[in-house]
């Protein structure tokens, strides 16, 4: 059974760091993506960034040069360092697993990141 459990959240203001944990635990298979999406007040959730099994990674688009996706396979664990950080950074962020071959998606229960002005 994957598990996902997100932590680092918090409030932080314009221009700060933060760095997001997801320790994971059950994923025996591969090829596997986990990443962090966000979902603000109001709007849908959307990706920010993942990485691959292999260490392939992606950004969106809003995130790329501020945000850092890493993936520490011997700890089971992936990090998003976030700096530079926007009032529209806002949002709750969430850690999936995605198990490619079955296309099924695993989530954590989401930590709030809050940057204030």
């Known amino acids: 059974q994957v598990q996902l459990v997100e932590s680092g959240g918090g409030l932080v203001q314009v221009g700060g760091s933060l760095r997001l944990t997801c320790a994971a635990s059950?994923?025996?298979?591969?090829?596997?993506?986990i990443g962090w999406y966000r979902q603000a007040s109001g709007k849908q959730r959307e990706l920010v960034a993942t990485v691959t099994n292999l260490g392939t990674t992606n950004y969106a688009d809003s995130v790329k040069g501020r945000f850092t996706i890493s993936r520490d396979s011997a700890k089971n664990t992936v990090y998003l360092q976030m700096n530079s950080l926007k009032v529209e950074d806002t949002a709750v962020y969430y850690c999936?697993?995605?198990?490619?071959?079955?296309?099924?998606?695993?989530w954590g229960q989401g930590t709030q990141v809050t940057v204030s002005s």
């Open positions: 059950g994923i025996t298979f591969s090829p596997n993506v």
């Open positions: 999936n697993c995605r198990r490619v071959r079955r296309d099924l998606d695993y």
